[in-house]
């Protein structure tokens, strides 16, 4: 059983456009939904996390949408650079984040210019 | 990188052999996590551990086994190992809530 859903799986964005994947999770529980940003050959780094008090949380060109009764929560990159392709990961855990992630398959990003 | 390092960074070893992956960190954090990275399935979680000597088992335990004795060190070890385990090893740390990963350890089962 799956309990956090990614998607796309891939996605080609122009330089200057924006960016957006989506997930979906079904365990009411989580409370905290992160997502990292992954280079090949390094580990995950995290990008931009929220808790389920919020709606939207933005970090710069980095903005997560969260959506509490569809259980839906998304990445959005304005302006997305070249420097931004990497492989994005949204997770989902309980107790505020101390109790493991459980991760969505990824998205593999190409920002082409 | 909150202060993690894990070793060896490559090891490619055959199976039937044990092997054990170590994970080190210098900040006193309580949670302790090792997950596997594999094509198509994302990250796993193998082990966990929430203090020296109290550890649970994640998703894909099965062939696993980890060891925490000290706050700082958290080893992962295989067995006997075959080439289905074969894949990225990544270690966590949980600081104020928020996981953070180290650099990772390639392992090659032939």
């Known amino acids: 059983q799956q309990q956090v859903k990614q998607s796309p799986q891939s996605l080609i964005v122009q330089k200057g456009g924006i960016s957006i994947i989506n997930c979906a999770y079904e365990n009411t529980a989580f409370d905290y939904f992160p997502w990292y940003q992954q280079f090949p050959g390094k580990g995950p780094a995290l990008l931009i996390a929220i808790r389920p008090d919020v709606s939207e949380k933005k970090e710069g060109r980095f903005t997560i949408s969260f959506n509490k009764s569809a259980k839906q929560f998304s990445l959005h990159i304005m302006d997305s650079q070249p420097g931004d392709s990497a492989t994005y990961f949204c997770?989902?855990?309980?107790?505020?984040?101390?109790?493991?992630?459980?991760f969505g398959k990824g998205t593999r990003l190409s920002v082409i210019a | 990188d909150a202060g993690i390092t894990q070793s060896p960074r490559h090891k490619v070893t055959e199976t039937g052999t044990p092997v054990t992956l170590r994970c080190h960190q210098t900040e006193n954090h309580r949670y302790m996590y090792w997950y596997r990275q594999d094509p198509g399935h994302g990250l796993r979680l193998i082990h966990y551990?929430?203090?020296?000597?109290?550890?649970d088992k994640g998703e894909v335990s099965d062939g696993y086994s980890v060891s925490r004795s000290k706050t700082e060190d958290f080893l992962l070890t295989l067995e006997s190992a075959t080439s289905s385990q074969t894949s990225v090893y990544f270690c966590a740390i949980s600081a104020l809530g928020q996981q953070y990963f180290g650099p990772g350890t390639r392992l090659t089962v032939t």
């Open positions: 997770a989902a855990s309980r107790n505020s984040g101390n109790t493991p992630l459980v």
């Open positions: 551990s929430y203090g020296v000597k109290d550890t």
